[in-house]
């Protein structure tokens, strides 16, 4: 059963744009995370935020989590094309907090 | 460097053929989970694994069987090919030690097509 999920499904920008993710996750969490996955590769994390944090920076990325709203979103400020990707949002699963979770993903294309 | 490998990025079976695909992490991972991936569902846990010798299945575990002897190594085996099993499979693996977070590490996904 899949926790969290992104939104939009697919985000077309231009280069220096900046792009919001968001993810939509249903019981509650110990921490949320970020990963970033190129096309036919394996997934590369980006950052993780905690229950009891609302907001954390990383060089052009900036998440926030609402626990109440059950959200968080990522945004990447000054997009460029090297940042065109899927990112999926993984929350904890009701299995144990060390199982990631996955959403289906947003697909960002930035355009040169 | 941190590393999860995957023994193949490409592999090509028949339907009913024994497959397995091997996963090797050399961070000393208490952790290690295979997740497939499909156009539109996203990842799906197929198996995890806590500890050596230790398995516990995911969310879609039908068709598939996993091995952990060694710490290092997670073993996924589908014992009769199918071609609904055609995807793409992803390792990945990540330490709860008190130091840790959970974050996950990937390899570089084998794509499995089964005919």
């Known amino acids: 059963s899949q926790q969290g999920e992104e939104d939009p499904q697919a985000l077309s920008i231009q280069e220096g744009e900046n792009a919001t993710m968001n993810c939509s996750y249903k019981?509650?969490?110990?921490?949320l995370q970020w990963y970033r996955q190129n096309s036919g590769r394996g997934l590369v994390h980006l950052i993780l935020?905690?229950?009891?944090?609302r907001e954390k920076h990383s060089g052009r990325l900036r998440v926030t989590l609402d626990t109440s709203k059950k959200s968080s979103s990522l945004l990447i400020t000054a997009s460029r094309a090297a940042d065109t990707a899927s990112y999926f949002c993984a929350t904890d699963s009701p299995r144990g907090s060390y199982i990631p979770t996955f959403g289906r993903g947003t697909s960002l294309i930035v355009h040169p | 460097d941190v590393k999860v490998t995957q023994s193949s990025r490409y592999l090509v079976k028949r339907t009913g053929e024994k497959v397995f695909l091997e996963c090797v992490q050399d961070m000393d991972h208490e952790n290690m989970f295979w997740y497939r991936q499909d156009p539109g569902l996203g990842l799906r846990l197929i198996y995890f694994s806590y500890d050596v010798k230790m398995k516990e299945k995911g969310d879609i575990p039908e068709g598939y069987s996993v091995s952990r002897e060694k710490k290092e190594r997670f073993s996924l085996i589908l014992e009769s090919a199918s071609t609904n099993q055609t995807s793409m499979y992803l390792c990945a693996s990540s330490s709860t030690r008190r130091t840790a977070n959970t974050e996950a590490f990937f390899g570089q996904g084998t794509r499995l097509t089964v005919v």
């Open positions: 935020i905690r229950s009891n944090e």
């Open positions: 019981t509650s969490i110990n921490n």
